[in-house]
Nanobody, 115 residues
Framework: QVQLVESGGGLVQPGGSLRLSCAAS????????MDWHRQAPGKQRELVAA???????SYANSVKGRFTISRDNNKRTVYLQMNSLKPEDTAVYYC?????????WGQGTQVTVSS
């Protein structure tokens, strides 16, 4: 059974940085794409960044140049390095494994950007 466990969220001041981690169980990690989504209060969940099994990356325009997604297949972990954080980045961040139809989601980690 596949499980995804996020960590690294917290409270940070505007302009600060955080690194989120998502550890996956199961041997299929290496062959599937991974992505990070976020959901702010009262808003729909949105795709933030994605990384293919081969390492190709893509980003939402709102985070391009500030966030970096990466993966370590040996550790079965995907990361989201978030720099120059803004109050509008405040949300619960979720990692997701596989195609958009996949039901593999983590439980979410809260990121709050506030002074």
């Amino acid at each position: 059974q596949v499980q995804l466990v996020e960590s690294g969220g917290g409270l940070v001041q505007p302009g600060g940085s955080l690194r989120l981690s998502c550890a996956a169980s199961g041997s299929i990690f290496n062959i599937l794409s991974m992505d990070w989504h976020r959901q702010a209060p009262g808003k729909q969940r949105e795709l933030v960044a994605a990384i293919s099994s081969g390492g190709a990356t893509s980003y939402a325009n709102s985070v391009k140049g500030r966030f970096t997604i990466s993966r370590d297949n040996n550790k079965r972990t995907v990361y989201l390095q978030m720099n120059s954080l803004k109050p509008e980045d405040t949300a619960v961040y979720y990692c997701h494994m596989g195609p958009s139809s996949s039901a593999y989601w983590g439980q979410g980690t809260q990121v709050t950007v506030s002074s």
